[in-house]
């Protein structure tokens, strides 16, 4: 069995999650009303938000390990009141 790291690319595996990201936006909703709705929506929401964060990864494969580095701070200027990622 050849090894899962044989041409493998961390930066196309990100570049899929971004498009999965962009996918999600582009799916529209079932004909669905009340608490399934919501339910359906929520989900939307978190698949975004996880495809997105993937998808802004910097990935890097050394020595068979798979590294995503994620960078959460704020962007400088923007309307963030939070602390995530200050020192």
Do not use: C, K, Y
Not at 27 to 50: C, K, N, S
């Amino acid at each position: 069995m050849a090894a899962v790291t044989e041409g493998f690319d961390a930066e196309e595996m990100v570049a899929r999650f971004r498009e999965r990201a962009a996918a999600v936006r582009r799916r529209g909703l079932p004909p669905v009303e009340g608490a399934e709705r919501q339910m359906i929506l929520h989900q939307m929401q978190l698949d975004f938000q996880d495809f997105a964060m993937l998808g802004d990864a910097v990935g890097s494969l050394e020595d068979g390990i798979l590294t995503l580095r994620i960078d959460l701070r704020p962007a400088p200027g923007s309307s963030d009141s939070s602390t995530a990622g200050q020192d």
